[in-house]
Nanobody, 112 residues
Framework: VQLVESGGGLVQPGGSLRLSCVASGTRFRDNAMSWYRQAPGQEREWVGGISRGDVTDYAESTRGRFTISLDDAKNTVYLQMNNLKPEDTGIYYC???????RGQGTQVTVSS
């Protein structure tokens, strides 16, 4: 099983980014997964997740701004991030909850 994130970058406050997490070796449809992030010097933080039944849930800090969705045909989970804030800066990881596999992460920097 391999997970690969992409889509990170530098964005100004108030901007948007869409992260992707592509899986190989298993199907997202058969697993629950979550997005996490880690800022320098801080512990890893749960951002949100999606269940096998496509039910999504979000951390209080991201609810209303972030949206997780699944493209089953592409075996890809997306994290749409809107109205980004400097405190959203960090390395974002996707993790398959049922297997424990996670990707290498993609850097998101929100700065003017």
């Amino acid at each position: 099983v391999q997970l690969v994130e992409s889509g990170g970058g530098l964005v100004q406050p108030g901007g948007s980014l869409r992260l992707s997490c592509v899986a190989s070796g298993t199907r997202f449809r058969d697993n629950a997964m979550s997005w996490y992030r880690q800022a320098p010097g801080q512990e890893r933080e749960w951002v949100g997740g999606i269940s096998r039944g496509d039910v999504t849930d979000y951390a209080e800090s991201t609810r209303g701004r972030f949206t997780i969705s699944l493209d089953d045909a592409k075996n890809t989970v997306y994290l749409q991030m809107n109205n980004l804030k400097p405190e959203d800066t960090g390395i974002y990881y996707c993790k398959m909850i049922t297997t424990g596999h996670r990707g290498q992460g993609t850097q998101v920097t929100v700065s003017s």
